[in-house]
């Protein structure tokens, strides 16, 4: 059964970087056509698209954040990672690594999640 | 960034029928982008209810639905039970914005 596992600093000081990890189980980044992808939410509120990855590296990001985020794979390691310049409070959130239900699509309805993990950034 | 607005909450008395709205506009549903729509128990990751508009994931009870017209969505819940309670989402893409969710809907079983 496919499972990912976010990892990473829970707490990153105002204009920082955030840097998150997914570890991806029970199945191979590189062996599979799906995109693997970003969202978080702040706390109390909605989901937010942050962007997605392909094995080959290509990338989708929310226009939003475009300036910001870094999105990247290490199909050695089955990993995937997530960076975020220049954080404020507003980047506070849960991070959660998803995978879409269909393959080649880089945003659909997603059927695997993450359990999240929570960074806050405060100084 | 929510461009597709729902409902903040809708209630309901066990065994009821209740729907969420999710409403959208001519660059995202009305394009006709496919809806999927997520249920969030409370401290839990979100979990796919419906996708591709009318269609549950295995395991997903049939009193949850979907539908879609023009520019919005409902999800509708039939024969509502307490463990229902939890925030839902929909989901769909824009053509600017690209990825984008609902504003969320908290549903409280009276």
């Known amino acids: 059964q496919l499972q990912l596992q976010e990892s990473g600093p829970g707490l990153v000081k105002p204009s920082e970087t955030l840097s998150l990890t997914c570890t991806v189980s029970g199945g191979s980044i590189s062996s599979s056509t799906y995109y693997w992808g970003w969202i978080r939410q702040p706390p109390g509120k909605g989901l937010e698209w942050i962007g997605s990855i392909w094995y080959t590296g290509s990338t989708y990001y929310s226009p939003s954040l475009r300036s910001r985020v870094t999105i990247s794979v290490d199909t050695s390691k089955n990993q995937i990672f997530l960076k975020v310049a220049s954080v404020t409070a507003a980047d506070t959130a849960v991070y959660y690594c998803v995978r879409p239900l269909k393959e080649q699509i880089f945003f659909y309805g997603m059927d695997v999640w993450g359990q999240g993990t929570t960074v806050t950034v405060s100084s | 960034q929510s461009v597709l607005t729902q409902p903040p909450s809708v209630s309901g008395a066990p065994g009821q029928r209740v729907t969420i709205s999710c409403t959208g506009s001519?660059?995202?549903?009305?394009?006709?982008?496919?809806v999927h729509w997520y249920q969030q128990l409370p401290g839990t990751a979100p979990k796919l209810l419906i996708y591709?508009?009318?269609n549950r994931p295995s395991g997903v009870p049939d009193r949850f639905s979907g539908s879609k017209s023009g520019t919005s969505a409902s999800l509708a819940i039939t024969g509502l039970q307490a463990d229902d309670e939890a925030d839902y989402y929909c989901q769909s893409y824009d053509t600017s914005l690209r990825g984008v969710f609902g504003t969320g809907t908290k549903v409280t079983v009276l």
């Open positions: 591709t508009n009318n």
């Open positions: 001519s660059s995202n549903i009305g394009a006709g982008y496919d």
